[in-house]
């Protein structure tokens, strides 16, 4: 395997500050029992890099003020990227920040073979940040995961980890992990078992799958392809998998949020997808299912523009609903909130006092000239 290099949460320097970085994107959001935000997503360099690193923020008023970095993950090895990172808060009111690292000398090259899942745990995210207890971080597995993990009906915490067939590596003993995997963990994250994967072999890209536990207990996942999404189920916790197969959701190859609401409804938020130009990334929108994702009704539009992607989302303790997601990378940098409801979501259009679109989260400015 990789060198799993002891990589640190430490604070901002120069190079970590707003206003000194360039690309950046790829956000996740999670919201704690206090009602704090949280925002993580990785920028450094001018694109994806050796230079990456992932930052974290925070909000103590529902979106509209933003403070940070406050943390920052730069691996210290000259060819090591930090990426792909994922907020979740577990029952217990824990802040689980997971992200990816990747080691590779070869130009133009973001992925050795084997990458590896870190994670460092917060224990008291709702605390003064002079305060914070955070655990050691550790590297939990190899692959990647850049979406929440998803609590089984029996408190297995199934995390969504991609182990890709990407770029010039390609080690025998990873074959029989490719794919959109399922680690588990059954004691709250002190140990983790690969369980299986859902393949897809023609049109697969990079996963970011997501998992979603049905009523009768068997869990589905969305995956990521060149064609749009794809699903696949497994009857018996997550080791066998059916043959994937399109889904009924389109999408222009790009990552999409799924999650079962309070409500017990299913949301999604995802890019509409235009006849015209089915691979852009236009048109964020939300949509709610009543009838476990056979059919999605009550379009939002999030974001009309072009170059918005990446959602990914929470819900605040009144049902709110928090979704973060990407705009313009490399022009812009904008990592933006959307701040809605159900009810929202229903009529198609704002009708909630307290809902607001675009709220900026944090904007780099794009590449410098």
Request: glycine share 8%; proline share 7%.
């Amino acid at each position: 395997m990789s060198n799993p290099l002891s990589s640190q949460l430490t604070v901002p320097r120069a190079k970590h500050a707003d206003g000194a970085r360039t690309f950046q994107g790829i956000p996740s959001l999670a919201v704690t029992p206090g009602g704090r935000i949280w925002v993580t997503f990785y920028s450094g360099g001018e694109t994806e890099c050796k230079e990456n690193f992932v930052l974290l923020y925070k909000s103590d008023d529902r979106g509209e003020s933003w403070q940070g970095p406050l943390y920052v993950v730069d691996p210290p090895a000259e060819y090591t990227r930090a990426y792909d990172a994922a907020l979740w808060c577990d029952p217990a009111g824990h802040l689980h920040w997971y992200w990816a690292e990747s080691t590779t000398t070869l130009e133009n090259c973001i992925f050795d073979g084997y990458a590896g899942v870190w994670h460092a745990e917060l224990s008291n995210p709702d605390d003064p940040w002079n305060n914070f207890q955070w655990s050691r971080p550790r590297r939990i597995a190899n692959g990647v995961m850049l979406n929440k993990p998803t609590i089984l009906h029996d408190g297995v915490w199934a995390l969504p980890v991609a182990f890709w067939k990407f770029g010039p590596y390609n080690f025998p003993e990873m074959q029989p992990y490719i794919g959109a995997g399922l680690i588990a963990t059954a004691d709250g994250g002190e140990n983790y078992e690969f369980r299986g994967r859902a393949r897809v072999i023609s049109g697969n890209i990079f996963d970011e799958h997501m998992f979603i536990e049905l009523s009768n207990h068997d869990i589905r996942v969305y995956i990521r392809t060149e064609y749009g999404f794809a699903e696949s189920e497994s009857t018996d916790g997550g080791y066998n998998w059916s043959a994937p197969r399109p889904s009924v959701i389109p999408g222009p190859n790009s990552r999409l949020f799924i999650r079962r609401l309070r409500s017990g409804r299913l949301l999604l938020v995802a890019n509409r997808v235009s006849p015209e130009n089915p691979k852009e990334r236009r048109a964020l929108c939300a949509w709610l299912s009543d009838d476990e994702g056979k059919s999605w009704h009550g379009e939002l539009l999030l974001d009309e523009r072009v170059a918005v992607s990446y959602p990914d989302g929470d819900e605040l303790a009144d049902g709110m609903i928090c979704v973060v997601y990407d705009w313009e990378r490399y022009r812009e940098g904008d990592i933006l909130m959307a701040r809605f409801t159900e009810a929202d979501v229903e009529a198609g259009r704002i009708v909630s006092p307290d809902s607001k679109l675009r709220m900026l989260v944090n904007h780099s400015g794009g590449l410098k000239k």
